[in-house]
């Protein structure tokens, strides 16, 4: 699984990216996880609101985090 959690570096996006490696740890799955910072590689997602998350090249999460269980749903 390769995940992305876009994001300039605020508070929500660490919290967004610190849910998301606890969720793939809890859960056992592999995964690659990358944190894009860059404001023009976030824009080519389409993502005007950060933080979001994307996973295996689709953007499941933009402009909130979500609960933890909801962020666990939908990585499994």
Excluded: F, H, W
């Excluded at 699984?1 to 606890?22: A, F, H, S, Y």
């Excluded at 590689?41 to 005007?48: A, S, W």
């Amino acid at each position: 699984m390769d995940i992305k959690v876009l994001g300039t570096g605020c508070p929500k996006c660490k919290t967004l990216e610190k849910l998301t490696r606890d969720a793939v740890e809890e859960l056992g799955i592999n995964a690659q996880i990358t944190k894009i910072e860059d404001i023009m590689e976030i824009m080519k997602y389409n993502v005007m609101k950060t933080p979001a998350l994307v996973v295996d090249g689709k953007v499941v999460v933009k402009g909130s985090i979500p609960s933890y269980d909801a962020l666990k749903k939908l990585l499994s």
